[in-house]
């Protein structure tokens, strides 16, 4: 058993539970859309809770970020407009914002409450938010990609809590087709697809959606992210062209920025499936 | 918090926690050696726990067995005498015993009572116990690579729990010298390396220790293991000649046994290293 001095977020589907001990509830809130709480750890710095789920913590978030930004904008020629869909927390624009190549990233977060309180404590997830190519708008992301000009983006991040509550739009057909809709040709998407190991019931519906509304290449990519269920995340790449295999390789190996965990050999590896999944992918 | 329905490790060098919904206790001893409790879950089957210390759950174990065999067999040219040191799950003697030049394979573990609970409460992992080339030791691994002929083992698998209390003495340089001499030329140690995220300060001396015996190729590689601290674990081969990297690619795509994570994309992929892990390692 864990006292109060944990705060635990208890998984049920999976019947896991991820816990993190604590110094003190640093804030608590219920904004116009969800709880919002925030937490100071003792070993994983500030903790951010979202209707009972883990959001990030500074320590691990960067798996998570980088992963979510660096492989598509590598695998895409030449992404100038980028909008990140939910990602309140800043720390996926941040990254995308490291490529020089982009000319516009757009956040399209719909809780603004979620932005002011990383600003406030998630600050270094936040450096970037004054960058002139940076707009930050707070609106629904759904209604943003159904009124979105057709191809008028390169890569659409979703950065979204899981399907349940605000964020159950983002993972269905109808909202996939605004994506094709919007993106250039060879233009990418790109979702964060749960837990490989607890989630499949989610991710390969997903996946199937994706195809179906229109998307010729999708692949998943594994990484770890102890702070979310089983500590074992995905994100899944869908493309408005038929190749998501190659990437800029040498423009990977020699990027001008720096990152924590993804290189080049680690963007190969995270396309690597265990046995598992390529069967219950079908492949 | 979580209440009396639910196992949590908490793992105070990270402040972190791995919890399972329990339904009972099906059996709680203290051996001659440690505390020994089996519970069983919810979600993930089994739970066996050493000293308060998550050893393995049904669901996720196929993770961290695989891993800590199937790469080095499929590195080492033809691995005809195999050790196990600890893993008294049987876990890895099973994935070792899948390989057909696998001609002997000894399990020496120092507490029979592992092993014997393991068979009743995780049948599954002890179906080849009684392999003809199968040899199950209750002894002190420590002990018995001391007095090991020289030269007379091709791979050394440490299967062991974190180096705290029994398992100390099989992380340091005087063990590993004893590994170095037992070796033949070729021949490849494995040892569960724990979390790169928060273990960094075993991981990093533990290699060092390694290339101090002897063994001039040393490599890390990561994969998932939810039920450890962080979801996030780690093993290292080093080796008594200079080549990890390469594999028998070919054998392991056409390999005879079914796996459920291993593969020769999955092979490859655990060797990339995180910008962080290549830092921590000075590569």
Known sequence: MLDSNWFSEPHAPAGSAISFR???????????????????????????????????????????????????LFVHARAKRVIVIGGGDCGTLKEVLKHEEV???????????????????????????????????????????????PESIDVIIVDSTDPIGPAEGLFNEAFYQTCVRALKPGG?????????LVHMYILAPMRASMKDAGFAAVRTLLFPQPAYPTGWWSCTMARKGDDLLSFRERDASNKPFRTRYYNTDIHRAAMALPEFVREAFGE
């Open 188 to 196: 990418i998407l790109v979702q964060q697809s749960e837990s490989p």
């Open 103 to 149: 000319e516009e990233a757009i956040q399209v977060e719909i809780d603004e409450r979620v932005t002011r309180l990383s600003e406030q404590y998630f600050p270094e997830l936040c450096t970037s938010n004054s960058d002139p190519r940076a707009k930050l708008l707070f609106i629904d992301g759904i209604k943003f990609m159904a009124e979105a000009e």
């Open 22 to 72: 604590i110094k003190q509830k640093l804030h608590s809130e219920k904004s116009e859309f969800q709880q919002i709480d925030i937490y100071e750890t003792h070993d994983w710095g500030n903790l951010m809770v979202i209707d009972d789920c883990v959001m990030l913590t500074t320590r691990d978030n960067f798996l998570y970020h980088e992963m979510m930004s660096h492989p598509a």
